[in-house]
């Protein structure tokens, strides 16, 4: 898979040391490194992490591929429960899992219309599509420094936290006023577990376009920043990255 071979040529990167090997084989190995220590114990406190392997389950690339099915995760969630005990995390690990599910559906209802500017909201998009702006997020060359790591990290390795996918979607939208299928459209070009109804529906839901009634969802970039990036590690690691 692309993230360990895009990662492995930046030596500047030694916190990044994933196996993302492709096959059933990797993915099953992975299942059981990952429920044989204490992660999913504490998934719910780690989930918004930024950087590294352990903050969330990884399972994402091999669910992509089919290497790994939501059922296989589940039950061994399910036999991780069992000798270890349940709690908010563990839970919170299903749950997520759902979200893979959800999304599917919703394309299996909604089809094609999914695909409009204007989703599944009738209102018109109140902006164009601008892009230059574009372009500068795309490179991560915003200006704005935590985008602008999300955006260089997302090129080198084909991953991004889903906090960070987050983030840098709603400046998109939100900020910038571009039209968001382009930046599922970028996403689909850079990510190693692009899955086309998981980006679609993630972005759908962030520009408010899906089906949540409270409407889209603003992420004030320099707030967020100050949350889970209080030091600046994440955007100085990625500051140097072209
Ligand atoms: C704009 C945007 C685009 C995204 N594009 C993709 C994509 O192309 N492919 C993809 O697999 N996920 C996508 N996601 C969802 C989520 O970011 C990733 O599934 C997650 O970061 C993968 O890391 P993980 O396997 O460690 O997840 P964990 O946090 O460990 O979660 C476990 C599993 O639950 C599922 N899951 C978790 N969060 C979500 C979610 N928000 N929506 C749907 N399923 C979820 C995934 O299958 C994931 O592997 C996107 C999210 C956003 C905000």
Redesign the pocket.
Known sequence: MRVGERARAHASFPWWQPDFAGGERAALAHLASYFAGDRAQR?KAT?NGLCGID???????W??QGALS?RV?FAALRRHEAARGTNESTYW?WF????????RFLHLQHGRRLYRACGLNEAAPASGHDPEAFERWCAGRTGHAFIDAAMRELAATG?????M??V??SYLIHDLGCDWRA??AW??AQ?V???????????L??AGRGTDPRGGRRFDPDRQAAIHDPDGAYQALWACVD
């Open positions: 998934y989930r903050f969330s389950s990884k399972f994402a690339p669910l992509a939501a995760a690990l997520e899992l759902l979200w893979r599910d959800y999304f991953w991004l936290s889903n906090r996918r987050q840098v979607a930046g599922a996403f689909e990510l577990d692009y899955d086309v109804y998981s980006n679609h529906g993630n972005w839901y962030i």
